[in-house]
């Protein structure tokens, strides 16, 4: 395949701290160089040219980032199994950040394509060494398909992102709720972060917060935005933390 089909761009959104009113960091969402979506992109993507799209994937995310004057953290999704050799395979990355001067603590990796992460020991390595580097990693999409508490237990990342399938409509399941609230109390301690991903309603945001879950992604904060960071209004901020007994109605 010509390496003009690889040609990518990025969209950004927002990972928002409800507590603080703040926004966390900002993912970025592989687009099309002209806004195309990226299902019309990853149909392009193939075994031979995997490699060149997550480097691709990686320095046009740092490029736009610094460009655009991000100052929080940055999320990048990456393939492991992309990644031969982590010391080799992040060059790349380390060049461009310091050629655009974007800080490498600021840095998340996010690892996708679970359904392919068939060798744990290899991805595990790959994430104790990009924490050398001073990366903060992040396994994607809990609760849904394969990733599930036995890759976490084996990747052990600093940060796990709840499928959008497990928070739609907790606040009136029983089940998903109480999910929710044990994996909160086991991550409190170990030290992991949580993030909800896929919120879209007050009702789920406010639940959420009942179960201790402060570190939101979705709809209900922003859409993504081609090539631009959206911002978060402040009332969003404060009809999340309002006072509603409806909120914990789930677990009543």
Not at 13 to 37: C, D, K, M, W
Not at 42 to 65: G, K, P, W
Not at 166 to 177: E, F
Request: proline letters at 4%.
């Amino acid at each position: 395949m010509a390496e003009q089909a690889l040609e990518v761009s990025m969209a950004f959104q927002p990972i928002v701290n409800v507590a603080t009113r703040e926004i966390f960091a900002y993912e970025a969402l592989v687009r099309g160089p002209h806004e195309e979506s990226a299902a019309w992109v990853f149909e392009q993507v193939t075994s031979e040219n995997m490699y060149h799209f997550d480097q691709t994937c990686r320095v046009t995310a740092i490029r736009l980032a610094a460009r655009l004057g991000i100052e929080t953290r940055l999320s990048i999704n990456f393939l492991p199994n992309a990644v031969y050799e982590p010391a080799t395979c992040i060059r790349t990355t380390l060049k461009t950040a310091q050629e655009v001067g974007f800080p490498l603590d600021r840095l998340i990796f996010e690892i996708t394509e679970h359904e392919s992460v068939l060798n744990e020991a290899r991805v595990r390595r790959i994430i104790d060494a990009y924490r050398g580097y001073g990366f903060v990693t992040a396994l994607d999409d809990y609760g849904a398909g394969h990733s599930t508490a036995g890759l976490l237990l084996a990747l052990r990342p600093d940060i796990v992102k709840v499928d959008m399938a497990v928070i739609r409509g907790l606040d009136q399941d029983h089940w998903r709720a109480a999910l929710v609230e044990h994996l909160a109390q086991f991550a409190a301690k170990v030290g992991l972060m949580v993030i909800a991903e896929g919120v879209e309603t007050l009702e789920e945001a406010r639940c959420l917060l009942s179960l201790g879950i402060t570190h939101m992604q979705g709809y209900l904060f922003a859409r993504p935005a081609f090539e631009a960071l959206p911002t978060v209004p402040d009332d969003i901020f404060a009809a999340c933390l309002k006072a509603d007994r409806g909120a914990g109605a789930a677990l009543d």
